[in-house]
């Protein structure tokens, strides 16, 4: 296709503009679209994206849709290794999360579960007419110290 503006070269820049529902294209040549003032723009705006600095600073272009937030990423939030790191010092004495029950408490509330675990199984295997699995489940309540219904 030969340039709108000269005839002579090939196009190779395509513009097209649509203002009120009317669509208006132009297919220039490289010297037509730099002496029209369009292949400046575009080629700042093309070069901005590929500059030096593009590996240092890889969210720049996304810096204006979020505000600076892949900017402030890098370096406000924690990175993993720090984070191990705290985790690594960390004084296990100290620590406020690992509050444990005591030991008997602990041991009675794991018997108290089993417990209504096994008087659960029970009353399902009596409705479901499952007397050998019921009578089985009564002799391991009452081993436990529970009460068999």
């Known amino acids: 296709m030969k340039c709108d503006r000269c005839g ?3 196009a190779t820049f395509h513009y097209k503009t649509n203002i009120n529902g009317r669509v208006t294209e132009a297919h220039l040549c490289p010297d037509c679209a730099r002496a ?4 400046g723009s575009v080629e700042r705006r093309m070069s901005s994206w590929f500059d030096d ?3 240092d600073r890889p969210f720049r272009m996304l810096e204006p849709f979020f505000g600076g937030f892949g900017s402030r990423m890098l370096t406000e939030f924690p990175q993993p290794v720090d984070v191990l790191e705290q985790a690594q010092s960390a004084d296990p004495e100290s620590s406020a999360a690992e509050e444990l029950l005591p030991k008997d408490e ?3 509330l794991a018997l108290e579960r089993k417990r209504n675990a096994l008087e659960t199984q029970l009353h ?6 499952r007397y050998e699995d019921a009578a089985r489940l009564r002799d391991e309540l009452k ?5 068999a219904s």
């Open 8 to 10: 002579k070269n090939e």
């Open 143 to 147: 081993a436990l110290g529970g009460k």
């Open 53 to 55: 600095d593009w590996f």
């Open 106 to 108: 602990a041991m009675s």
């Open 36 to 39: 029209m003032g369009y292949a």
């Open 124 to 129: 399902n295997a009596v409705a479901e007419e």
